[in-house]
């Protein structure tokens, strides 16, 4: 099993008036969790698992292209 970290940009949300001049930033998420899986577009990882199940829970898909930085442990 292994257990990623990963920082990446998010989307923002928000929710009053914004001046047309206002500069907007996008959110910066720091995370970590078990690796589900990664692939050519996508990390995969949940903050839970459920060993006699064999189940992830609480699961996120995160583009590459959204990643600024990458760990990954591997746990024995």
């Known amino acids: 099993m292994k257990i990623v970290y990963l920082k990446w ?8 008036y914004v ?10 998420i720091e995370e970590c969790g078990f690796l589900v899986y990664e ?5 995969v990882f949940a903050t839970s698992y459920e060993e006699k199940e ?4 609480y699961v996120h898909a995160i583009p590459k292209v959204n990643i600024i930085e990458k760990k990954i442990i591997r746990l024995d």
């Open 9 to 16: 940009k998010d989307a923002t949300f928000y929710d009053r």
């Open 19 to 28: 001046e047309r001049d206002e500069k907007l930033d996008l959110l910066v």
């Open 39 to 43: 692939d050519k577009e996508k990390v």
């Open 54 to 57: 064999r189940r992830w829970k």
